[in-house]
C-alpha cells in the first residue's frame, strides 16, 4: 500500500514518491475522476482554496485510450497554466466519450473551468509541475469507484 503524503477530502492524495508528485484520483464516475486528477495537477502548484474562479475555458481533448485521454487532459491543462498562468480552482466535465473508427478508438472529454491568473502575491507557490507522464499510470474502475494512479513530473 502506498504511503499518503497529502490527502484532500477524499478526492485526491498525493503518495510517497522519490522525486516527483504521485497522484491517487478517485471518482464517483469517471467525470469526476478526471475533474479531480485535474484538480490534483493544480493543487500540487498552489492552494487551489485560493483561485478566485473569474476566467472560464472551453476544453475539448481526444486520445487513443483512458491513459492517453488523462495524459492529455493533465497536459492541457498545464497548456492553459504555461500559456496564460491561469490556475484552475473548479473544474467540470461534462462528457467523456469514445467513437470506434477502423482498428481503433477515439476518447474525447469535453469540460469546462474556471481559473484566475497565477498571482504570487496572492497564491501560494508550491511546485511548478513540468509535465504528466506515463510513469505508474493506471485507470481502474471499482465497485463503486473510478480511481486514476499518475506521475507529475517537477
Do not use: Q
Not at 474562479?53 to 492541457?76: A, K, P, S
Not at 469535453?110 to 509535465?131: G, L, Q
Amino acid at each position: 500500500m502506498e504511503e499518503v503524503i497529502y490527502s484532500r477530502n477524499g478526492r485526491f492524495d498525493f503518495l510517497e514518491h522519490t522525486g516527483d508528485i504521485y497522484v491517487r484520483a478517485y471518482g464517483g464516475n469517471i467525470l469526476e475522476l478526471f475533474e479531480n486528477a485535474g484538480l490534483a495537477l493544480f493543487d500540487s502548484m498552489t492552494n487551489i482554496d485560493g483561485v478566485n474562479c473569474v476566467v472560464e475555458r472551453d476544453l475539448l481533448v481526444e486520445g487513443f485510450d483512458l491513459e492517453n485521454l488523462l495524459y492529455r487532459w493533465l497536459e492541457e491543462l498545464l497548456v492553459l497554466y504555461y500559456s496564460e498562468r491561469l490556475m484552475c480552482g473548479w473544474i467540470r466535465v461534462d462528457a467523456v466519450s469514445v467513437e470506434r473508427h477502423g482498428d481503433g478508438f477515439t476518447y474525447r472529454l469535453k469540460a469546462r473551468v474556471s481559473c484566475e491568473e497565477f498571482d504570487p502575491s496572492r497564491h501560494e507557490a508550491r511546485v511548478e509541475v513540468k509535465s504528466p507522464t506515463y510513469s505508474l499510470m493506471r485507470i481502474l474502475k471499482d465497485e463503486d469507484k473510478w480511481i486514476a494512479y499518475f506521475v507529475l513530473d517537477i
